[in-house]
């Protein structure tokens, strides 16, 4: 068994990983629900298994993740499950200080902040500043996110600097426009991991995935193991890339 697990990662080419990888955590509520659970112990295990892998991908040498944690439609959840997710989300960032930032990783908030309780938001910064100059993997948690409220939100910054003359509409290209984003100065998404059978993007970093190579397994999230991650690694690189070219 453990020859096998072994197998797997010496497999990996480490001159060719992916920079950033993307991480749809679905299919808690499945989780719990096979088992008798409240959605909420579905969560929680969710939780649970995201800071394993992390603490893999960081490992591995993957320098940036990005992990849906809670989208701008989210909201629409029953209140309970709603509350339970941000108490959950808060924990996560407390505790983060002596789990996560001790692994050496950063860690980041992206999403429209000004619906967060103020207490959340002042967690975010607190925990953003103790994590900010670890030199691991920059794990970004999407909270309050979606694809296109980012662009938007672009959109209209970009809009405010032409106005203002400190851009010129003419300059406005890819890289500009990326410079706008809640990943600003990150590379794109290469891995795009999605679990639970769904295959959809559902609103996730909408202009970053534009390239990625997506991987989707029926595993639910809370069953997700390193050796998933190693899997879908090895699958990403044994698919040509082209980015348009042939
Ligand atoms: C999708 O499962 C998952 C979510 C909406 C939230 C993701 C949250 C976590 C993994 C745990 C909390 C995260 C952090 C950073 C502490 P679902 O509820 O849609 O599952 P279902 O499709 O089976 O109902």
């Keep these: 068994m453990l020859f096998r697990k072994n197998t797997l990662l010496q497999e990996i080419d480490y001159n060719n990983l992916p920079r950033h990888i993307g991480i749809i955590m679905d299919g808690n509520g499945r989780w719990a629900k096979k088992r008798g659970l409240p959605r909420s112990a579905g969560h929680k295990a969710g939780a649970e298994s995201l800071k394993k892998i992390i603490t893999e991908a960081n490992k591995m040498g993957i320098k940036y993740a990005t992990v849906y944690a809670f989208s701008t439609e989210n909201w629409k959840r029953p209140k309970q499950e709603v509350d339970y997710l941000m108490d959950l989300l808060m924990d996560y960032l407390v505790n983060a200080e002596k789990t996560l930032a001790g692994e050496n990783v950063v860690i980041r908030a992206i999403g429209s902040r000004a619906e967060l309780s103020e207490e959340m938001q002042r967690q975010i910064i607190k925990t953003e500043n103790f994590t900010k100059d670890n030199t691991g993997i920059v794990m970004n948690i999407a909270l309050n996110y ?3 409220d980012e662009i938007l939100n672009a959109v209209r910054n970009i809009s405010k600097d032409a106005a ?29 991991i999605r679990t639970s059978g769904e295959q959809r993007l559902s609103n996730f970093m909408l202009w970053q995935v534009s390239y990625a190579e997506l991987w989707f397994t029926p595993k639910l999230w809370p069953d997700f193991k390193p050796k998933d991650l190693h899997k879908a690694v090895l699958d990403y690189q044994n698919r040509g890339r082209r980015f348009g070219g042939v």
């Design 164 to 192: 203002s003359g400190s851009i010129k509409t003419e300059d406005i290209d890819q890289e500009l426009f990326d410079r706008y984003l809640y990943t600003a100065s990150q590379p794109d998404v290469d891995l795009l």
């Design 146 to 148: 979606g694809g296109r």
